[in-house]
């Protein structure tokens, strides 16, 4: 069983930044074999890729609208990823969920919803302007 654990959102305004926490448990395995997500969903419409790590943490992919103002990274000792949120937009309010896929795939970045297999509770970011 795994369980990832989001944190970190809030209220802020537009231009601060925030970052996100998704803390991964579980009784089996360990955080290294997966690959990581972070989706978002504002309201009325689908959840979105927004950022990809690779099991291996040396790929990453992001979506064209927070690239280049968003950074996925994560601490294997801390059991824990994160999304690193810089130059805020009214545009990136949403619920932002972590998702995590055990891969044997080391370099693989994975984008799609179905990709992933465990997924967070979510955290919202609100940005005002």
């Known amino acids: 069983q795994v369980q990832l654990v989001e944190s970190g959102g809030g209220l802020v305004q537009a231009g601060d930044s925030l970052r996100l926490s998704c803390t991964f448990s579980s009784s089996r395995r360990t955080f290294s074999p997966y690959a990581i997500g972070w989706f978002r969903q504002a309201p009325g419409q689908d959840r979105l890729f927004v950022a990809g790590?690779?099991?291996?943490?040396?790929?990453?992919d992001y979506s064209d609208s927070v690239k280049g103002r968003f950074t996925i990274s994560r601490d294997l000792d801390k059991n824990t990823a994160y999304l690193q949120m810089d130059s805020l937009e009214p545009e990136d309010t949403a619920v932002y969920y972590c998702?995590?896929?055990?891969?044997?795939?080391?370099?693989?970045?994975?984008?799609?919803?179905?990709?992933?297999?465990?997924w967070g509770q979510g955290t919202q970011v609100t940005v005002s302007s």
């Open positions: 998702a995590a896929k055990s891969t044997i795939y080391a370099t693989t970045v994975l984008t799609g919803r179905d990709n992933y297999d465990y």
């Open positions: 790590l690779s099991r291996s943490g040396g790929s990453t």
